[in-house]
C-alpha cells in the first residue's frame, strides 16, 4: 500500500523547492557581509547592536519558515490518515450505536418469544428505528391477493390514518421499486411519490427511503420511510438503512408467523369465517361492555341454521353442500351491518353478535337475511337451482341472559322452536292414532 506521506511529498512543486534554496543560500552568503560592514561601521554601538539583532531575527525566522514548508507535506498526509482512521472509527461508532438500539427488540422478540403481533411489532420497530433515522412517518407495505398493488398494512407518526390501508400500484412506487430490485431505494422528488397516495397523505413530507425485507432472497414486506426535513446526506442514510434492514426481518418474520397461525386457529376453513372460539372471544368482550352500559349498551345474539340441510348433502352430495355453506355465508354477511360479527359454530350453524342492537333491531336484521336468501339462489347446472330457507333463534341481553352460554343457548332454543314451528317439519298422524 502507498505511503500518503510519500504521495504528498512527491506531489510538491519542484520548482518552488528550488527558488527556496536559492533564497536561503542568497541569504546564508549575504549575512556574513553585511554583518561586517555594520561591524566598521560609524554607528554607535548601541545600533549596530540593534542592526545585528534583527539580522539574528530574520535569519532565525526564514529557518523556522523553511522548516515549516519542508514538513507540511508529511503533515497533511498524517492529517489524511488521521482523517480516515476517525471516519472508521464513527462507522463503527454509529453501527455499535444501531446495535445497541435494536438489541432492545430483540430482547423483547425473546422475551414474547413469537406472540406479539405484526401491528404491536411494528409500532416497538417503528418507535426504535425512529432513534436511529429520525423520520416523520413509517408505512409496512405488503402485496395484496392479486399481487399486483401494495398496501399499507400498519402506518405509524404523522398523517398515519391517512396512510393505513392505502393501496399504491407495485411498478411505479418507491416501495415497488425496493422490492422488485431488492435494493433500498430513496428519492427528494416527493411530488412523484404523492400522486400514488391520496390527496393529502403525504403532506409535509419532502423525502423517501424504502427499506425490502426479506427472507432467503424472497421478499415479503417493504417498510418506508417518510421525512419531513430534507435528507443531507442521502448515502449515509442508505449505510444506516442497509444495517437496519438486515435486523427487521426476523422481527416482522416472527410476527408475522404468529398472525397466520393465530388466524388458523380462529378460522373456518371452509367459509374463512371465523370459527366458535373466536365467535365466544368476542361475544365475551361485547357482553362485558354492555354489562357496564346496560341501559345504553344493548346486545343480542343469534343462531342461525340452514333448513333441511342434511338433505341437500345426501341429494346433491357434500361437495354442493360445501357450496350452500359458502353461499349462506356470503348471503349472512352481506345483510350485516358493518359492527356485527359472524361465525360459524358447527355443522351448518351459524352465530351473529349484533352489538347495540335491541330485540327489535335484531328482527329486523333478520327480516332483511330471509328477504335476500328468498330472492337468491344457487345454480347447480343449467337447469337445476337450490334455493335455501334459514332457521332462525335470537337472545337479548339481561332479557334472555347474562352470561355468554345463557344467551347462546337461548338463541338455539328460540331456532329449535322455530323448526318445531315448521309446518314441513310436523308429522299428521289420522285421528284414530291421537290420545
Given at each position: 500500500?502507498?505511503?500518503?506521506?510519500?504521495?504528498?511529498?512527491?506531489?510538491?512543486?519542484?520548482?518552488?523547492?528550488?527558488?527556496?534554496?536559492?533564497?536561503?543560500?542568497?541569504?546564508?552568503?549575504?549575512?556574513?557581509?553585511?554583518?561586517?560592514?555594520?561591524?566598521?561601521?560609524?554607528?554607535?554601538?548601541?545600533?549596530?547592536?540593534?542592526?545585528?539583532?534583527?539580522?539574528?531575527?530574520?535569519?532565525?525566522?526564514?529557518?523556522?519558515?523553511?522548516?515549516?514548508?519542508?514538513?507540511?507535506?508529511?503533515?497533511?498526509?498524517?492529517?489524511?490518515?488521521?482523517?480516515?482512521?476517525?471516519?472508521?472509527?464513527?462507522?463503527?461508532?454509529?453501527?455499535?450505536?444501531?446495535?445497541?438500539?435494536?438489541?432492545?427488540?430483540?430482547?423483547?422478540?425473546?422475551?414474547?418469544?413469537?406472540?406479539?403481533?405484526?401491528?404491536?411489532?411494528?409500532?416497538?420497530?417503528?418507535?426504535?428505528?425512529?432513534?436511529?433515522?429520525?423520520?416523520?412517518?413509517?408505512?409496512?407495505?405488503?402485496?395484496?391477493?392479486?399481487?399486483?398493488?401494495?398496501?399499507?398494512?400498519?402506518?405509524?407518526?404523522?398523517?398515519?390514518?391517512?396512510?393505513?390501508?392505502?393501496?399504491?400500484?407495485?411498478?411505479?412506487?418507491?416501495?415497488?421499486?425496493?422490492?422488485?430490485?431488492?435494493?433500498?431505494?430513496?428519492?427528494?422528488?416527493?411530488?412523484?411519490?404523492?400522486?400514488?397516495?391520496?390527496?393529502?397523505?403525504?403532506?409535509?413530507?419532502?423525502?423517501?427511503?424504502?427499506?425490502?425485507?426479506?427472507?432467503?432472497?424472497?421478499?415479503?414486506?417493504?417498510?418506508?420511510?417518510?421525512?419531513?426535513?430534507?435528507?443531507?446526506?442521502?448515502?449515509?442514510?442508505?449505510?444506516?438503512?442497509?444495517?437496519?434492514?438486515?435486523?427487521?426481518?426476523?422481527?416482522?418474520?416472527?410476527?408475522?408467523?404468529?398472525?397466520?397461525?393465530?388466524?388458523?386457529?380462529?378460522?373456518?376453513?371452509?367459509?374463512?369465517?371465523?370459527?366458535?372460539?373466536?365467535?365466544?372471544?368476542?361475544?365475551?368482550?361485547?357482553?362485558?361492555?354492555?354489562?357496564?352500559?346496560?341501559?345504553?349498551?344493548?346486545?343480542?345474539?343469534?343462531?342461525?341454521?340452514?333448513?333441511?340441510?342434511?338433505?341437500?348433502?345426501?341429494?346433491?352430495?357434500?361437495?354442493?353442500?360445501?357450496?350452500?355453506?359458502?353461499?349462506?355465508?356470503?348471503?349472512?354477511?352481506?345483510?350485516l351491518r358493518r359492527m356485527d360479527f359472524l361465525a360459524r359454530s358447527m355443522n351448518d350453524e351459524f352465530l351473529v353478535v349484533l352489538p347495540k342492537a335491541s330485540a327489535r333491531t335484531a328482527s329486523e336484521i333478520i327480516e332483511r337475511i330471509a328477504k335476500h336468501f328468498s330472492e337468491n339462489h344457487i345454480e347447480l347446472s343449467a337447469d337445476e337451482v337450490v334455493r335455501i330457507w334459514l332457521n332462525f333463534g335470537w337472545a337479548t341481553f339481561w332479557q334472555d341472559g347474562d352470561t355468554?352460554?345463557?344467551?347462546?343457548?337461548?338463541?338455539?332454543?328460540?331456532?329449535?322452536?322455530?323448526?318445531?314451528?315448521?309446518?314441513?317439519?310436523?308429522?299428521?298422524?289420522?285421528?284414530?292414532?291421537?290420545?
Amino acid at each position: 500500500m502507498d505511503n500518503p506521506a510519500d504521495r504528498s511529498q512527491s506531489c510538491a512543486n519542484p520548482g518552488f523547492a528550488n527558488r527556496l534554496q536559492f533564497a536561503i543560500a542568497a541569504f546564508g552568503l549575504t549575512a556574513p557581509v553585511l554583518t561586517f560592514l555594520v561591524a566598521i561601521s560609524g554607528f554607535v554601538p548601541s545600533v549596530k547592536i540593534a542592526i545585528l539583532v534583527a539580522l539574528s531575527f530574520v535569519y532565525f525566522s526564514i529557518c523556522l519558515w523553511t522548516l515549516w514548508q519542508m514538513r507540511r507535506p508529511a503533515l497533511s498526509a498524517l492529517s489524511a490518515e488521521e482523517q480516515m482512521i476517525s471516519s472508521f472509527n464513527a462507522a463503527e461508532e454509529s453501527e455499535d450505536f444501531i446495535d445497541e438500539k435494536l438489541a432492545a427488540l430483540e430482547d423483547a422478540r425473546e422475551f414474547f418469544g413469537s406472540s406479539l403481533k405484526p401491528a404491536d411489532m411494528f409500532r416497538l420497530v417503528a418507535s426504535r428505528v425512529g432513534e436511529i433515522v429520525p423520520f416523520t412517518a413509517a408505512v409496512l407495505f405488503m402485496r395484496s391477493a392479486n399481487r399486483d398493488f401494495l398496501v399499507a398494512r400498519h402506518s405509524y407518526g404523522s398523517n398515519a390514518l391517512l396512510l393505513e390501508n392505502v393501496e399504491i400500484p407495485l411498478e411505479t412506487s418507491l416501495a415497488g421499486l425496493a422490492l422488485l430490485s431488492g435494493e433500498i431505494e430513496s428519492t427528494a422528488e416527493i411530488l412523484k411519490e404523492a400522486a400514488l397516495f391520496p390527496d393529502g397523505s403525504l403532506a409535509g413530507f419532502v423525502a423517501a427511503a424504502a427499506i425490502p425485507l426479506s427472507q432467503e432472497g424472497d421478499i415479503f414486506a417493504v417498510m418506508q420511510f417518510f421525512f419531513a426535513e430534507p435528507v443531507k446526506d442521502f448515502g449515509e442514510l442508505r449505510e444506516r438503512l442497509e444495517i437496519i434492514g438486515g435486523r427487521l426481518s426476523p422481527l416482522f418474520l416472527g410476527s408475522l408467523a404468529y398472525e397466520k397461525s393465530l388466524s388458523s386457529a380462529l378460522t373456518d376453513p371452509l367459509t374463512k369465517l371465523p370459527n366458535e372460539r373466536a365467535f365466544f372471544l368476542v361475544l365475551e368482550n361485547q357482553l362485558a361492555e354492555s354489562q357496564r352500559f346496560r341501559d345504553e349498551r344493548p346486545l343480542t345474539v343469534l343462531a342461525v341454521d340452514i333448513r333441511d340441510f342434511e338433505e341437500i348433502n345426501r341429494d346433491y352430495g357434500h361437495s354442493t353442500g360445501d357450496r350452500v355453506l359458502s353461499f349462506a355465508a356470503t348471503g349472512i354477511i352481506s345483510q350485516l351491518r358493518r359492527m356485527d360479527f359472524l361465525a360459524r359454530s358447527m355443522n351448518d350453524e351459524f352465530l351473529v353478535v349484533l352489538p347495540k342492537a335491541s330485540a327489535r333491531t335484531a328482527s329486523e336484521i333478520i327480516e332483511r337475511i330471509a328477504k335476500h336468501f328468498s330472492e337468491n339462489h344457487i345454480e347447480l347446472s343449467a337447469d337445476e337451482v337450490v334455493r335455501i330457507w334459514l332457521n332462525f333463534g335470537w337472545a337479548t341481553f339481561w332479557q334472555d341472559g347474562d352470561t355468554t352460554e345463557h344467551l347462546v343457548n337461548a338463541a338455539r332454543q328460540r331456532k329449535q322452536i322455530a323448526k318445531l314451528g315448521d309446518l314441513s317439519n310436523v308429522l299428521k298422524f289420522p285421528k284414530e292414532y291421537v290420545n
